[in-house]
């Protein structure tokens, strides 16, 4: 996808991102200059997205400039929602798991349906607290609006890094445009 950026006369540009994890992820595009943040947007009225999905672009780049951004956060991703999830996986999968295999101790005569999916489901329960354990976002923030990105889940270390490495990136790009960056 093209993130093309539009800099003002005398504008140096001190970091560009295209952050993609995986090939199932969508691209976070960003950028930092020495006056403007460069945040993606996705364009979601229907004429524009039209014509631009024929294209391949589905992003463009808002300019927010540095007088109008109060602060750039580095914040922990809230993991109630995930393990609000787990627990349903977990109940779910304990649920069709006796269901399922009640017949064979009762000794019911016939055949019966036997599945692995209630144990996956328990064992995606169990896992997915410590896997979404320790996540972090970026957050930008403005008088009027915020604007949050929640990287993807990444399951394994490398991926994580990468994404603590990207993030790290524009904190640092951030502080050198004289940004207050806060890492919560």
């Given amino acids: 996808m093209a993130f093309k950026l539009e800099l003002e006369p005398n504008e140096k540009l001190t970091l560009q991102i295209s952050f993609k994890i995986s090939e199932k992820t969508g691209v976070f595009n960003f950028a930092v200059s020495d006056r403007a943040v460069y945040w993606p947007v996705v364009k979601t009225y229907w004429p524009a997205v039209k014509a631009i999905v024929l ?7 808002r300019r927010i400039r540095n007088n109008e951004i109060s602060e750039v956060c580095i914040r922990r991703l809230s993991p109630y929602g995930l393990w609000i999830l787990a627990a349903i996986m977990l109940l779910v999968g304990l649920i069709s798991a006796v269901f399922m295999l009640a017949p064979l101790v009762s000794h019911d005569p016939g055949t019966h349906f036997f599945s ?3 144990f996956a489901l328990i064992g995606g329960g169990i896992v ?10 970026l957050e930008v923030r403005t008088q009027s609006k915020n604007f949050r990105w ?4 990444a399951l394994d ?3 994580k890094q990468k ?5 790290d990136q524009i904190a640092v790009a951030c502080e050198k445009s004289g940004l207050r960056v806060n890492r919560d």
């Fill in 55 to 61: 294209k391949g672009d589905l992003t463009y780049c």
């Fill in 128 to 137: 997915m607290p410590f896997v979404t354990k320790g996540g972090l976002g």
């Fill in 163 to 167: 994404i603590r490495a990207t993030i």
């Fill in 116 to 118: 692995g999916w209630p």
């Fill in 157 to 159: 270390k490398a991926s």
């Fill in 150 to 153: 929640e990287p993807p889940l």
